[in-house]
């Protein structure tokens, strides 16, 4: 914290997943066998943070990371059950920012990722890209407070196009190798009154707001379809 309101951080951290009982138990009917010995997936990461305050009202971080990944669970091509010999190794940059003017918070951040091609395995890079992953994400949005009891939010999410091939031995779908997902925005909206009349709460939240098609990809056959557009609201009172 050399300047007061500029912060610098570097950070080490080793991180690992158990096996799921989904890749340790023998499930006939998909066609494949239990796994016995399968390790945790473990993830070494190394970052290098810069924040800096303007003043009371603005923010800003700028994160520079390179993730290590091994041991990845995956089923190899006629493989007869779940096994570790996948890798990944990533880097990218995190920048955030936020600005707040009373009643109003504006924030935003953008993520950038891509693969270092000798230290991932082949079958998880397309065209220099993480299959299955976006190379860029951004979210932004507006939160706000009007008067002690209303305040709400509105705030999107975007993701560019995503490699997502489709492979399968099946009939029923295409083998497509160059199959991308679209980018896509998804919006959200909150609107909360707390205590607004006699001890009455409510608030409507809005997911997927304009009822955006949205897909991510796996490793079964097709990608698999994000959540449409759903409402919520609720009514409460306080004793």
């Known amino acids: 914290n050399p300047f007061g309101k500029f912060f610098a951080k570097a950070v080490y951290s080793r991180a690992f997943q158990a096996p799921t009982y989904f890749y340790r138990k023998e499930n006939q009917g998909l066609g494949y066998g239990a796994a016995t010995e399968l390790e945790p997936e473990k993830m070494d990461t190394y970052q290098l943070s810069f924040e800096n305050w303007f003043g009371k009202v603005g923010w800003a971080r700028m994160t520079f990371f390179y993730n290590d990944l091994k041991d990845l669970i995956s089923r190899p091509a006629g493989a007869s059950a779940y096994m570790n010999f996948e890798k990944m190794t990533t880097e990218g940059i995190e920048t955030e920012a936020r600005v707040t003017i009373e009643p109003i918070t504006i924030f935003a951040n953008h993520s950038y990722i891509r693969p270092v091609k000798a230290k991932t395995t082949s079958s998880l890079i397309k065209d220099d890209e993480l299959i299955n992953i976006p190379e860029n994400t951004i979210n932004a949005g507006i939160l706000w407070k009007y008067k002690p009891y209303l305040s709400g939010s509105f705030y999107g999410a975007w993701h560019d196009d995503i490699k997502s091939p489709i492979g399968t ?68 009172y306080r004793f």
């Open 169 to 236: 031995s099946s009939t029923t779908y295409r083998y497509e190798p160059d199959y991308e997902i679209s980018d896509a925005a998804i919006f959200n909206l909150t609107v909360n009154a707390e205590n607004f009349y006699k001890g009455f709460d409510t608030s409507l939240k809005i997911h997927n707001l304009f009822d955006e098609r949205d897909y991510r990809g796996g490793t079964v056959r097709i990608p698999y379809p994000q959540e449409g557009m759903n409402i919520l609201f609720t009514i409460g």
